[in-house]
């Protein structure tokens, strides 16, 4: 058996049942290309390690493919479909910097500016992922019957995330009139709020994150990332002082622990702290 092959089987009856499914297939195509016609109890680890090496400035990418091709491994043998020792247990995993990036409220105003001359599902788009602090791609996959935007409270319903679990995100009121125009704007056909090529399909992820980086070019902020939306939404509500089960909420973490690594993002409750303690300090003198 091949490295595509075990690949292929892994994906199949494993991962397609997955949300994540889209995401490693993407990763098979572009990260084993180079070692997926070797036999799994075949390849040297020399050709092993130069594919490792060959990841060198993809820390991120290059970890999850470690991890699936181990899973994939341990798979396998759990089926008695392969019977040899996982050839990459001499690789250690790089590491990763976190990205401390977010959105200033007074950089997302420079994007504002340029907003205007987007067609309208665009805008929303950018608006929705700026304010409501969901991935990129289930922006992208709202569904106009996922949409409740009447009553007290409107929300948007994710049916299944990538946690496996359905999300309730309340929609800002602000929010609200923009989805209402863009609903009544789309096709009558159109199954997506944010539809590319046709009403039917979803605009693409690619199409999305050129459409980013021109805006962000235009505004001179070329050091923000789509994602960095996601993460501001965090980081302003930590800074309001909202407690880390509230952002969890709105990130849909399916633990505590996921949302601990935002912590570092409050700083106005430590500066005011820290202000206080050096306000005492100097009282005494």
Known sequence: MTIGELLDLYQVHHLSAKVSNRYYVRLMCQVFPPIEHYPVDQIPFHIMLDWWKGLWDRPSHANKALGLYRAAHRWAVGLGQINTPDQTAGLVK????????TTTPEEWAQIVVFLEDVKLRHRVYF????????RPGEIRNMQTAHLSLEGECPCWTKPKTKNGRPHVVPIPQQLVPLLRLLKWANPPDAKFMFWGQ?????????????????LRAKAGLKHLWLNDLRRSAASDLLNQGENLGVVQGMLNHRSLSQTAK???????????????????IIRRI
């Open 94 to 101: 790089r590491p990763e910097q976190t990205r401390s990036q």
């Open 127 to 134: 608006w929705s992922s700026y304010l409501l602090g969901s």
């Open 198 to 214: 046709h009403p039917g399909r979803v605009w693409g992820r690619t199409s999305a994150q050129k459409m980013w980086e021109g």
């Open 262 to 280: 935002y912590a570092w993002l409050a700083i106005s409750p430590l500066a005011t702290a820290m202000q206080e303690r050096t306000d005492m």
